[in-house]
């Protein structure tokens, strides 16, 4: 490793990579080294504005002298083999979420790697959102007692395109992933989950076979009860919230808006501007912080959390849902990871 700015490649020059190479770039203890990425023209226009070099190749990449650690937003499918030649070249990871969306993949990933050493963290940033960090930092502290109720709201502005949905693995291994994440972050031992899916307005999800609206409720080993809601959807903007209802009280994390001001007349009361538009600047200020998680586990040789297990885990949630959805009953996942 170098002793002083770590060198770091990053896979993928798309909408994910563009905020990881600026944020890499903009690192007082990073240097951006190169970007890869297979259509090199996009690359190379984001290299350009990072002032690094791109390639086209995981081999050229892997190639450049003197790296420490990799940032992996290439497509999902591309994760598994990226990881383990990371791993290979002893180089620190930090992988987007999923790790892969076939849970039989990612187990035989695990195993190859286990005798490894090499940190690696993976990329389910709202547990660094200040806000959602703050709930269940108040929450550890004692401050509303033991917690009986999660409830988690995710709501999408507008579906993705049909040719990202149609590669996503569905809306519990795209969408709720990052929240079942989150209910783990405050209820890591979760023993059973119950899940409904509808498709109540988008006739070319429909036509995917997938949901555009869902619920998942969690069971925690202690009685814990997590609710989440999705849609793929919402008039009002980019919904984000959380709530941690405990025996002594409650926590909760609400949307954001670009100016906190609020104004007040004959017409109407607390009224407040658009919430922010979407994930990208939502939790720009989560992504910043994972980042510099990453660095500080890999400068302290402490092992980064969110973890590889921890991937492995939410996946294991997200295809539980899937189960429950189509089979109309309860899934129990005691044990499973």
Known sequence: MSTDRLRVALFGSGRIGQVHARNIAAHPGLDLAVIADPFLEGASRL???????????????FSTPGLDAVVIGSPTNTHV???ESAVGHGLAVLCEKPIDLDLPTVRACRERIAGSSVPIMLGFN?????AFASVRQRLEAGEIGTLEQLTIISRDPAPA???YLTASGGIFRDMTIHDLDMARFFVPDIVEVSAHGSTLFSEEIR???DYDTAVV???GARGELITITNSRHCAFG????LEAFG????LAAGNLTANPVRSYGASGTEQAGPYLPFFLERYQDAYRAELDAFATAIRTGTAPSPGFDDGMAALVLAEAATESAAAGKAVNVEGSW
Do not use: H
């Open 81 to 83: 083999q990226l990881i």
């Open 126 to 130: 709202r547990r660094f959102d200040p």
């Open 161 to 163: 395109p049909v040719g």
């Open 217 to 219: 409720t969690l069971r």
């Open 247 to 250: 025996s002594d009280g409650m």
């Open 47 to 61: 290299a350009d504005a990072t002032g690094t070099t791109a390639v086209q190749s995981a081999e050229e990449a």
């Open 207 to 209: 036509e995917l076979g």
């Open 238 to 241: 980019y919904d984000q919230r």
